[in-house]
């Protein structure tokens, strides 16, 4: 294993802002890209287990929730609208197929939105 200095890659060089964010999306470590930013569905191990970057001082706390309801309001209000409008169906009709595409996008968006967050923390250098 490599000994890695902060904020380089394996190459030696720091990773552009919108490599970080592509690294986190895809729930990677910002610096290597190659060792996991999650141990679980949103729980964060201490440290990349490749390149060693401590993940403690990268706090992303409310911000990816925020982003991922605004993200989902924008897909599921308009559908609905659209939908009671063209269509009007009942509502528990609306119901049944709202709630779920709301629950499903939401904890599916989540933890790629909090991944993005972090890096891009990371690359920002606004840790701590």
Sequence with gaps: MMDYRPGTT???ST???LDCLRRGFCRRCPRCGE???FSGY???PESCGRCRLAFDPIRADDAPAYFTIFLVGHVVVPGLLMMEQWYAPPTWVQLSIWLPATLILTLGLLPYIKGAVMAAIW???ATG
Excluded: A, C, E, Q
């Design 35 to 37: 060792g996991r930013l």
């Design 123 to 125: 690359s920002s250098k």
């Design 15 to 17: 990773p552009s802002w």
């Design 42 to 44: 949103l729980s964060v």
């Design 10 to 12: 394996i190459y030696g």
